[in-house]
Every structure is written in C-alpha cells, then in structure tokens.
C-alpha cells in the first residue's frame, strides 16, 4: 500500500557531495516526521538528521554543517544533501517516515505507521 523508495547513493571521493532522495508512495495522507539514518559494516543504526512536517530539523552532531536534510510535501519526498563527505559517513542510509494512510479502497478509514526505505550505498572513498 505505502512504500519509500530511495535514490541518490554512489560512490563519491573525500570531499565531494550527493544528494539522497527518498519518496513515498501508494494511498497516503499525509506525512509527520521524516528521517534519514544510517549504518555501518558492525555498527548499529544511528540517527543522521530528522525534519518535522512543519520543516524543524534536527541533525547528528558528526554531520551537523556539512549535510542538510529537506522535503517536499506536495511530492511527498525527503532529501538529504550531503557536502564534504568524508570516509567515516560510508554507510547505507536509509529514510524512514511516519505515514498516516488510508487503510481501505473508499479512503473512509485512516491509519499510521512507520515506513523505512530498502537502503541506498553510500561509499566515500579515493
């Protein structure tokens, strides 16, 4: 009913920039909060950066300065700029979102839920 489906990743040098995006689709009503997180080979998952529906973001203290994160409601999407990337941020990167959908075919019903997107690469490497 309700996916995120990311884009964006690479490989890129030290130093360089991409921009993640991550869109929703399917039978959706609107969106809260949206993130992006990440996770490194024997790391555990950790928060990058968060916005609110109404557009107040929180970033991780390690990328603070050098990554923004954005969205589009209208497209239902999130962004993730990421400028002078280093080793240390190669991770997959993932984007989740708390949906509230429409739970069947009329659209008379409404639920919430949490969605994560499949994981986009990201190597930072020369």
């Known amino acids: 009913q309700v996916r995120l489906v990311e884009s964006g990743g690479g490989l890129v040098q030290p130093g360089g920039s991409l921009r993640l995006s991550c869109a929703a689709s399917g039978s959706v009503f609107s969106i809260n909060d949206m993130g992006w997180y990440r996770q490194a080979p024997g790391k555990q998952r950790e928060l990058v950066a968060n916005?609110?529906?109404?557009?107040?973001?929180n970033y991780a203290a390690s990328v603070k300065g050098r990554f923004t994160i954005s969205r589009d409601n209208a497209k239902n999407t999130v962004y993730l700029q990421m400028n002078s990337l280093k080793p240390e941020d190669t991770a997959v990167y993932s984007c989740?979102?708390?949906?509230?959908?429409?739970?069947?075919?009329?659209?008379?019903?409404?639920?919430?839920?949490?969605?994560w997107g499949q994981g986009t690469q990201v190597t930072v490497s020369s």
């Open positions: 916005i609110t529906s109404g557009g107040t973001t």
């Open positions: 989740n979102a708390r949906i509230i959908y429409f739970s069947d075919y009329y659209g008379l019903n409404k639920k919430e839920n949490d969605y």
